[in-house]
């Protein structure tokens, strides 16, 4: 089954009130209730393309797959690409855990991957 799979996304960009960010980003009420929710079994493609902008994630990156229990399905099944997988730390917690001079390796490693990226783009 395919589901809407948000709250970690909403937790790594640091937004503790998904509802209130998605009506403000210009969702309607009713909408964002049902996205925040995972009640929605249409997802208009505005919508998706909206996610995807304000969170700076993929389509794929929005959706979890949970694969049914008495049914076996191939190793190259498409959807096993988005199998749900719960995160087993919060990257909050992970970061909190590692030394100072570790913090400043990954920043480091961070701001010279995203200059790579921008002169990618620039080129």
Request: charge should be negative; charged fraction near 30%.
């Amino acid at each position: 089954m395919l589901s809407l799979n948000l709250a970690p996304i909403f937790r790594i960009r640091g937004i503790d009130k998904p509802y209130s960010f998605l009506v403000k980003a210009g969702l309607s009420h009713h909408s964002a209730t049902r996205i925040i929710n995972d009640k929605t079994h249409i997802l208009r493609l505005d919508h998706v393309e909206l996610l995807c902008d304000l969170l700076v994630c993929e389509p794929n990156d929005l959706l979890a797959w949970i694969p049914e229990k008495n049914k076996i399905y191939p190793d190259n099944y498409p959807l096993a690409k988005l199998k749900f997988e719960p995160a087993e730390t919060e990257l909050a917690d992970t970061l909190s855990k590692m030394s100072y001079k570790d913090l400043k390796e990954v920043t480091q490693t961070i701001i010279k991957h995203q200059r790579e990226e921008n002169m990618d783009e620039t080129s």
